[in-house]
């Protein structure tokens, strides 16, 4: 079934890496998204993954896919303040348009 | 580019009341999905259009909710009569393209629903 899991909660100290970790259960699903979204917004796209690759970085942000264990980790580096937000794992359902959402995992930022 | 436009911001209404969201996607965007957001539920979609037309609707809870798309420029969803388990966050998103790829949906900032 359509499935895609992430904790809760995540709580980091400002400077530190943060690591956000997804599992998805659609194994032909091709893109694999983070959102992020900031209190009282929607949800913003952060970046994707294409399901052939193994890692994608972008300035603070590492993207790692392990296709065989349907695992997506977010890598935040040098954590600040304004990272905090609840972030949300997403892939592409292989048999719609529609993209499934995990529950979201809230970032917090310790001084 | 404005971006996916939602209104109102707030709603607050008694439980029986009818309840109408609006959203305005991006021009150009194909698709339209409506997700709802709860802190027990996470995000679940509860329907989509492609140029207008409803698509995928089986994530409406119940015949209490109605959505439309007259046009391109214009969505609904109705829930009448609307109910305190209905209280909260709706997000309206666009998309241009089938499949996502890196074409990714556009969120508006969402309506948060209460009823009483």
């Known amino acids: 079934g359509e499935d895609v899991e992430q904790s809760l909660f995540l709580s980091v100290r400002e400077g530190d890496s943060s690591v956000i970790n997804c599992t998805y259960t659609?194994?032909?699903?091709?893109?694999l998204y983070w959102y992020k979204q900031e209190p009282g917004a929607g949800l913003q796209l952060l970046t994707y993954?294409?399901?052939?690759?193994d890692m994608k970085q972008d300035q603070r942000l590492t993207v790692l896919l392990n296709k065989k264990d349907k695992h997506l980790s977010l890598r935040i580096a040098d954590t600040q303040t304004g990272d905090s937000a609840i972030y949300f794992c997403?892939?592409?359902?292989?048999?719609?348009?529609?993209?499934?959402f995990g529950s979201g995992t809230r970032l917090s930022i310790r001084p | 580019d404005a971006g996916v436009i939602q209104s109102p911001r707030h709603e607050v209404t008694e439980m029986g009341q009818e309840v109408t969201l609006r959203c305005k996607p991006i021009?150009?965007?194909?698709?339209l999905f409506w997700y709802r957001q709860t802190m027990m539920r996470g995000l679940e979609l509860l329907i989509y259009f492609n140029n207008n037309v409803p698509i995928d609707d089986s994530g409406m809870p119940e015949d209490r909710f109605s959505a439309k798309m007259p046009n391109a420029s214009f969505s609904t969803l109705k829930i009448q009569p609307s109910e305190p388990r209905d209280s909260a966050v709706y997000f309206c998103?666009?998309?241009?393209?089938?499949?996502?790829?890196?074409?990714?949906?556009?969120f508006g900032n969402g309506t948060r629903l209460t009823v009483t």
């Open positions: 021009s150009g965007h194909d698709y």
């Open positions: 659609d194994s032909s699903s091709t893109y």
């Open positions: 993954i294409f399901s052939n690759m």
């Open positions: 998103a666009s998309s241009p393209t089938r499949g996502q790829q890196n074409s990714p949906l556009h």
């Open positions: 997403a892939e592409i359902h292989s048999s719609a348009s529609k993209i499934i």
